[in-house]
T-cell receptor
């Protein structure tokens, strides 16, 4: 099973709200990722967790706060977002380094900031 | 640092025709190479990958790709396109022994005419 699940599918939030995106995988993968994707663009890497530790932060604004409670779960906490943060947020996971970091993506959360 | 170029922003083919999507990469050693497909509003699906060995790799949905070291290319091919293949296609490169990052090309949008 190569499934990554994401909830919710759609989210509308105001600029003063606090919300969270959730990602889950049960493939035993030890690396998990958050990407942001704007229309007609490739995914942009935001964060990477490797063995439940944050290994890469691509200079993402602090209004985005990732959390990896365990090896199967990845959250992205959102606070005081701006309208330009509206995008498709993708979660991905990958096996260990020996398999070359092939990444499996979830269906995404479509976020609209009003 | 690695980089990926997909020279064609948009390609239109007729159903049943053959398809080739181009991908060129820049990396100092043999990279890990991937092709992903994304339908509108969906996540990315892994079509195929190249790590080592046979330079012609087979993927899902009847796709194949050929790694050509001398041309730094990893072109995606399909002998007969189906209407359901209409989507955005992304080539990506990862670094052997490096970080967990994948670098994506800008994508090629495929339109299939009936």
């Amino acid at each position: 099973d190569t499934e990554v699940t994401q909830t919710p599918k759609h989210l509308v939030m105001g600029m003063t709200n606090k919300k969270s995106l959730k990602c889950e995988q049960h493939m035993g993968h030890r690396a998990m990722y958050w990407y942001k994707q704007k229309a007609k663009k490739p995914p942009e890497l935001m964060f990477v967790y490797s063995y439940e530790k944050l290994s890469i932060n691509e200079s993402v604004p602090s209004r985005f706060s990732p959390e990896c409670p365990n090896s199967s779960l990845l959250n992205l906490h959102l606070h005081a977002l701006q309208p330009e943060d509206s995008a498709l947020y993708l979660c991905a996971s990958s096996p260990t380094q020996s398999t070359g970091y092939e990444q499996y993506f979830g269906p995404g959360t479509r976020l609209t900031v009003t | 640092a690695q980089s990926v170029t997909q020279p064609d922003i948009h390609i239109t083919v007729s159903e049943g025709a053959s398809l080739e999507l181009r991908c060129n990469y820049s990396y100092g050693a043999t990279p890990y190479l991937f092709w992903y497909v994304q339908s509108p509003g969906q996540g990315l699906q892994l079509l195929l990958k190249y790590f080592s060995g046979d330079t012609l790799v087979q993927g899902i949905k009847g796709f194949e790709a050929e790694f050509k070291r001398s041309q730094s290319s990893f072109n995606l091919r399909k002998p007969s396109v189906h209407w359901s293949d209409a989507a955005e296609y992304f080539c990506a490169v990862g670094a052997k022994g490096g970080s967990e990052k994948l670098v994506f090309g800008k994508g090629t949008k495929l339109t299939v005419n009936p």
